[in-house]
């Protein structure tokens, strides 16, 4: 079973704007990454924000964590074609190396 | 090598055969881990391993399924007896760092398409 929600499911968006994705999860975590996966099936790792961080940046992205409310929020400013991918939080508890994924954000940026 | 390596990346296999699906992580990273992955859904833990020792089996979905990593390096996971239901992507990721540590960066391969017919 999955443990991350996002929302929306879907996005589409016109390049040039912003895209932002939700995450939500059940129980508590030690850090919460972000995938992309293009339509060449790669599952290619965004970025990790640890528990004591609030927020995080990475060229044009930009992650929030709010631990109290077990949500995450992924930006991305200024989305090009090339974004176009659906993007799984996973998020990583203390006691081994289970990720447990979301079932995804599907992004559609309109050239 | 500069990523995780999986083989083969297709594999059409008729139901009750068994399937070897092999893994390379990249080179001297200690922890590698299964996963599955089904049309439209997020990846589904499996199991992994730090260096040869195998940590987590809990994702395994029955007894048909095993893996190992005898040598720390190179890892196969083993479908008996396949069924329908197996069909999926089975992904293979490693990572710098012992699994659990704060801040571990999990890098994934390809995947390998799993088809039973």
């Known amino acids: 079973s999955q443990q991350g929600e996002e929302d929306p499911q879907a996005l589409s968006i016109q390049e040039g704007e912003n895209a932002t994705m939700n995450c939500s999860y059940k129980?508590?975590?030690?850090?919460l990454q972000w995938y992309r996966q293009n339509s060449g099936r790669g599952l290619v790792h965004l970025i990790l924000i640890r528990s004591n961080e609030r927020e995080k940046h990475s060229g044009r992205l930009r992650v929030t964590l709010d631990t109290s409310k077990k949500s995450s929020s992924l930006l991305i400013t200024a989305s090009r074609a090339a974004d176009t991918a659906s993007y799984f939080c996973?998020?990583?508890?203390?006691?081994?190396?289970?990720?447990?994924f979301g079932q995804g954000t599907e992004l559609s940026v309109k050239p | 090598g500069a990523g995780v390596s999986q083989s083969p990346r297709y594999k059409v296999t008729k139901r009750g055969q068994d399937v070897a699906l092999r893994c390379d992580p990249i080179?001297?990273?200690?922890?590698l881990y299964w996963y599955r992955q089904a049309l439209g859904q997020g990846p589904e833990f499996l199991t992994y391993f730090n260096y040869e020792a195998q940590q987590d089996k809990s994702g395994l979905p029955n007894d048909r399924f095993s893996a190992e990593r005898p040598e720390g390096s190179i890892s196969t996971l083993t479908i008996q007896r396949t069924e329908q239901r197996d069909s999926a992507m089975y992904r293979c990721?490693?990572?710098?760092?012992?699994?659990?540590?704060?801040?571990?960066?999990?890098?994934f391969g390809e995947g390998s398409w799993l088809t039973v017919v």
């Open positions: 996973a998020t990583g508890k203390n006691q081994g190396g289970k990720l447990i």
């Open positions: 129980t508590s975590i030690n850090n």
């Open positions: 990721a490693s990572s710098l760092k012992p699994a659990g540590q704060i801040g571990n960066t999990i890098y």
């Open positions: 080179s001297g990273h200690v922890s």
